[in-house]
């Protein structure tokens, strides 16, 4: 079974400056996707970057860019010029398939990081 | 264009009732999942429907059970309510792979 781990329940970053994020998951299989999710207080899980195992260059999106290390199994995401309206819980989150064929597939979350951008 | 709705937004329910939490995917999502959220933890898995048909589940009793009609929309349906149900479920929908949309959940409470 996939297992993924946040190792920081809570961190706190001044605004403007950068902060990085860790997780690090468990899984036997070769092709997978990796997110990061934002859950801010209104609730609603908002996608804020994506990147393909298979794919060696780093995935990044304006101020967000994720360091991933395939062999280390390690996920981790850089916020850069951080802003207020980035205080949110953070979820990274593992997809492998469901069954083989088709467009099915789970997400496994890790139990997040609650970020405070502090002005 | 919507994102993904879900209905309804917060709900009280007794221990031993049943409770229908309904989902509206984005349009042209065939693929729609649900994912009960404890409070301080991650989303769990609970079920994945791919065109009408169930394609996952998760570690979750009988008691959970759901089903997508023809225009792709989802209901979760929990029976015989426990305290530990207490939770924010969320819906979540996918064209294909690339990641899910999610909805801004159902929070439910068992009292």
């Known amino acids: 079974a996939q297992t993924v781990t946040q190792s920081q329940p809570e961190m706190s970053v001044q605004e403007a400056e950068t902060v990085t994020l860790s997780c690090t998951y468990d899984t036997s299989e070769n092709n997978y996707y990796l997110f990061w999710y934002k859950q801010p207080p209104s609730r609603q899980m908002i996608l804020v970057i994506r990147q393909e195992a298979y794919k060696q260059q780093n995935a990044t999106e304006n101020r967000f860019s994720v360091n991933f290390q395939k062999a280390a199994k390690s996920f981790s995401l850089k916020i850069s010029d951080s802003q207020l309206g980035d205080t949110a819980m953070y979820f990274c989150a593992f997809m492998r398939r469901l069954n083989s064929g088709g467009s099915n597939y789970k997400l496994t979350f890790g139990k997040g990081t609650l970020l405070t951008v502090n002005p | 264009d919507a994102g993904v709705t879900q209905s309804p937004t917060h709900l009280i329910k007794t221990r031993g009732q049943q409770v229908t939490l309904r989902c509206s995917p984005i349009s042209g999502h065939k693929s729609v999942s649900w994912y009960q959220q404890v409070l301080g933890q991650g989303p769990q898995f609970i079920f994945q429907?791919?065109?009408?048909?169930?394609?996952g589940r998760g570690n979750f009793p009988d008691r959970f059970s759901a089903r997508q009609f023809p225009n792709y929309s989802s209901e979760l349906n929990v029976n015989a309510l426990l305290l530990g149900d207490s939770a924010l479920y969320l819906c979540?929908?996918?064209?294909?792979?690339?990641?899910?949309?999610f909805g801004s959940g159902t929070r439910l409470t068992v009292v």
């Open positions: 979540a929908s996918s064209m294909r792979t690339g990641g899910y949309t």
């Open positions: 429907y791919y065109e009408k048909e169930e394609r």
